[in-house]
C-alpha cells in the first residue's frame, strides 16, 4: 500500500509540473524551429516546411492550429513570406507577445534572443555561444516580401553544393551582412547545402507561425 501512495504521489507531481506547460503550447503561436529537415535549405518546398512547422507543433499539443513556415520564394507563382502567416497577434510558449499584427512584426516588433523560442521553450544559440546557430532562413526582404537578391535555394528544395543561396535573418538581432540586425533580412547564406549554411553560422532552422 506505501509504495502504491508513492507512486500515485509521483504520478500527481509530474502532472502537477506538466500541465502549466501544455496549457502554454496550445496557446502558442509562434516558435523557431528546433530542428531543420537536416538537409540543408532543401526543405521539401512550401509544403515541406509547412508540414515540419505542423509535426513539431503538434508533438507538443499545439497541433490543432493550422502552421506555416515564414519562408517567400521567387518566380512564377512566388509568395511573400508576409502573406502566409496570418494576422496575428502571435506568441511564444511563455505567452509573451512577439508582434500584435503583420505591420508590427516587419517593424518595432519584440522579437529578441529571450523571446524567440523553439517549440519545446527553449533557446537557440546566437552569436557568441558555440556553436553559433542564428543565422534562420526566410527568403525575405526587410518587408516580408520575397527576395530577389537569392533564388532560394530553388525555393527550398535544393541543397546543392556551389549553387544558390538563401536570405537568412538573425533572431538574435546581432552580426554582420547588410542588415546585421535584422531579423529576416540579414545576408545571403553562403550556398544552401548543410555545411554551407554551418559554415555562416545557421542549421537549417526557421520561423513558424499560426495562421488561424
Given amino acids: 500500500m506505501r509504495i502504491l501512495q508513492l507512486l500515485c504521489a509521483a504520478i500527481l507531481l509530474c502532472l502537477l509540473s506538466v500541465s502549466p506547460a501544455l496549457a502554454q503550447a496550445s496557446d502558442m503561436t509562434f516558435f523557431l524551429t528546433s530542428v531543420g ?6 526543405l521539401g518546398g512550401l509544403a515541406g516546411a509547412d508540414a515540419h512547422c505542423q509535426s513539431l507543433a503538434a508533438a ?9 513556415a515564414y519562408l517567400s520564394t521567387t518566380g512564377s507563382g512566388g509568395v511573400n513570406a508576409r502573406d502566409r502567416i496570418g494576422s496575428g497577434p502571435w506568441q511564444n510558449i511563455k505567452g509573451v507577445v512577439v508582434a500584435q499584427n503583420v505591420d508590427q512584426l516587419h517593424g518595432e516588433n519584440n522579437l529578441t534572443k529571450e523571446t524567440v523560442l523553439n517549440e519545446n521553450g527553449g533557446m537557440t544559440n546566437g552569436r557568441g555561444d558555440d556553436p553559433n546557430q542564428h543565422d534562420i532562413l526566410t527568403g525575405s526582404n526587410l518587408d516580408g516580401t520575397a527576395s530577389t537578391d537569392t533564388d532560394a535555394c530553388s525555393n527550398w528544395t535544393s541543397s546543392a553544393d556551389g549553387t ?10 546581432q552580426g554582420g551582412g547588410a542588415n546585421p540586425t535584422s531579423w529576416n533580412s540579414a545576408h545571403g547564406s553562403r550556398g544552401c ?3 554551407n549554411l554551418v559554415g555562416t553560422g545557421g542549421n537549417g532552422y526557421f520561423y513558424c507561425f499560426a495562421a488561424n
Fill in 37 to 42: 529537415s537536416g538537409n540543408g535549405a532543401d
Fill in 60 to 68: 507538443v499539443g499545439a497541433g490543432n492550429k493550422t502552421w506555416r
Fill in 164 to 173: 544558390g543561396s538563401a536570405m537568412v535573418g538573425h533572431f538574435d538581432r
Fill in 193 to 195: 547545402s548543410q555545411a
